[in-house]
Structure formats: C-alpha cells, structure tokens
C-alpha cells in the first residue's frame, strides 16, 4: 500500500460529461502529480501540485484541470468528455519537488462511451 | 524534450533465467527511477539511483546508473513468477516532473 488514495476506482460516463477524480497524498506529502496512462500514449505527465500551487504542466489539455486544496488533497476536473479520453488516471505523491521518488495510488480507470 | 527509451519493449523468460532491461535517456539523467506495474495497478517504486555509477539492489534485482552513457539497467537474478509484470524507467532531467518510458512487459513461464 503505497498510501496514497484514489476515488473512484472506476468510472463510466457519456461523452461531453464532465468528472472529478480525486487525491489524497500520503501523508507529510506536499507534492501531488496526476499522470494519464492509455494504451498507445504510455504514461504521461499532466500536471503537478506543490503544497498548493501549481508547480509544473505536461501535456495537460485545456478540457482538464486541476487543484490542490489546503489539506493537500488534489483533484482532476475532466470536461467535455471525449472518447479518447478513456484512460488510467494516476495521482502520485512525494515529500518534495524534485529528488524524491513517486508514490502512486491504485489510479482511476474511466471509461468514456 | 527529454525522451526515455526502453529495451527490450517485451521479454518472456522460464523461471529461474536472469534478465537484464535497459532504459536510455535523451538527454543528461539527474535521477532514475525504476518502477513495476501489474497491470491495471497502481506503479510500485523499486529504487533511485542518483549518482552515475550509482548502483542498488532491492530483493534480486539489481539496477545500475551509468551517467556518462545516460543509461540506467535493471538486472533480476534469478526469476520468479512474482517478476511478472512492467517495468518502468522514470528521470527527472533536472525539471519537476518525472517522465517515463514506455516500459518493458515481462513475463516468466514456469
């Protein structure tokens, strides 16, 4: 158990919807990143959290946002749902930005239809 | 932007062989990190490996950072069932967010 938790596990929904994934960090955790893993993309980096502020932006599109609330939980807003949008969506934490390594949660399995 | 290339993309391999899998960056590696993934899962940290010729091991896998090459493998000894799974290289090339490869799909048959 890595100790970092996400919710839902999994998530079916219709196109042009909109959904919130949610993180909650390990504990003493200040760094929240999410990562999207499909089939043919891989693991990509979209976007990373430092005790509350935004800290770094990977291939995030403008349908998706994020925030990190002060108790450190983050949350992940996909809109306007597309197909290709189905996907693993992971949260991943660490003490701080930088040399320190990731932990991930179980990840969020979404289906779009 | 940086790009980690893994080799090979799949291995199958009887129990008990040992294997070795290779994650090579595009550009200079601050710090490597070696992941396993069962599918459908969450990512499992393996190890960090931050200085060139840095080396560590965690249970019988081994992994080795050759910064010069800017090449880091994952070596496992002796294969169990419990191997199975993929295998992701991560570095950060001194920005805040970790990039990884595509991954090595390793399977061992009895």
């Known amino acids: 158990d890595s100790g970092v938790t996400q919710t839902p596990k999994h998530l079916i929904t219709a196109t042009g919807q909109r959904v919130t994934l949610r993180c909650s960090p390990r504990s003493g955790d200040l760094s929240v990143y999410w990562y999207q893993q499909s089939l043919d993309q891989g693991l990509q980096f979209l976007i990373q959290?430092?005790?509350?502020?935004?800290?770094a932006k990977g291939n995030i599109l403008e349908r998706f946002s994020a925030q990190q609330f002060p108790d450190l939980h983050s949350e992940l807003n996909l809109s306007s749902l597309e197909l290709g949008d189905s996907a693993l969506y992971f949260c991943a934490s660490s003490v701080e930005t930088g040399v320190s390594p990731l932990h991930f949660g179980n990840g969020t399995r979404l289906t779009v239809t | 932007s940086q790009e980690l290339e893994q080799s090979p993309q799949s291995l199958i391999v009887q129990e008990g062989k040992n294997l070795t899998i290779n994650c090579t960056s595009s550009?200079?590696?601050?710090?490597l990190y070696w992941y396993k993934q069962k599918y459908g899962e969450g990512l499992i940290f393996l190890m960090m490996?931050?200085?060139?010729?840095e080396e560590k091991s965690h249970e019988k896998i081994t992994a080795k950072l050759d910064e010069k090459k800017q090449q880091s493998s994952l070596h496992i000894t002796a294969s169990q069932p419990s191997h199975a799974g993929t295998y992701l290289c991560?570095?950060?090339?001194?920005?805040?967010?970790?990039?990884f490869g595509t991954g090595t799909r390793l399977q061992v048959f009895p």
């Open positions: 490996l931050q200085k060139g010729g």
């Open positions: 550009k200079t590696l601050y710090g």
């Open positions: 991560g570095a950060d090339g001194n920005t805040d967010k970790l990039i």
């Open positions: 959290y430092y005790n509350g502020e935004e800290r």
